[in-house]
């Protein structure tokens, strides 16, 4: 079994400013983890992913993410929003028995807003 | 490369009409998943192909969804006698599944308007 909890629905900063946006989640097997972005009226691009290798993961835009086993936490941080930035981000978990299928389960989304 | 794509991008039809949507996979790519997004929500799975089989098909919402895969690439969705609650954007999304690639990609989706 697998859930993902994003613990912000929405959160708003100035541009500029740190991005945090937080996931935690579950499973029963080692995940994989995934950060994906929705612009309006887009479908959703892939951001970062982890696969059990480097726990600080990089990705597309200056955003990164921090697997924390301990704390089953997957937030996703950057160091200056960006107006562009604004967005729906959704935090996926991922994992399967050895041999199963990888069928993600998707959190219910944060929405970031960025003020001038 | 080609990614994900999706055919028609809007449909609008009237309640009780059947509609048929197209999902064509990244080349390769065994897996293939159907979701749907209502306004301001977050993303309902729908039902997971690996090849041309569906070992899950749990959330389909009702007997009125159906979903095939072919040839191990392009899928079809269908509902049959739309209701005004069908109305949403459908996704769809491919992956390898293998050698550590198990990442999503995306369809644009089809908005699905039920008059």
């Known amino acids: 079994a697998q859930s993902v909890t994003q613990l912000d629905s929405h959160v708003s900063v100035s541009e500029g400013t740190p991005v945090l946006l937080r996931c935690n989640y579950s499973s029963s097997y080692s995940p994989s983890l995934f950060w994906y972005v929705q612009h309006p009226n887009k479908g959703l691009q892939l951001l970062l992913k982890y696969t059990s290798a480097a726990t600080l993961v990089k990705g597309i835009n200056g955003f990164e993410a921090e697997f924390k086993k301990s704390e089953t936490s997957f937030h996703l941080t950057k160091p200056s929003a960006h107006m562009s930035d604004a967005a729906e981000y959704f935090c996926v978990v991922s994992s399967s028995p050895s041999g199963g299928s990888y069928i993600p389960t998707f959190g219910r989304g944060t929405s970031l807003i960025v003020h001038p | 490369g080609a990614g994900v794509s999706q055919s028609p991008s809007n449909k609008v039809t009237e309640k009780g009409k059947d509609v048929e949507l197209r999902c064509d996979p990244i080349s390769g790519h065994t897996a293939l998943y159907w979701y749907r997004q209502s306004l301001g929500q977050g993303l309902e799975f729908l039902i997971y192909f690996q090849g041309n089989s569906a070992p899950d098909k749990s959330g389909l919402p009702s007997d009125r969804f159906s979903a095939e895969r072919t040839g191990g690439s392009v899928s079809t969705l269908t509902i049959q006698r739309t209701q005004q609650e069908d109305s949403a954007v459908y996704l769809c999304?491919?992956?390898?599944?293998?050698?550590?690639?198990?990442?999503?990609?995306f369809g644009p989706g089809t908005r699905l308007t039920v008059t």
């Open positions: 999304a491919s992956s390898y599944q293998g050698q550590g690639r198990y990442e999503q990609y």
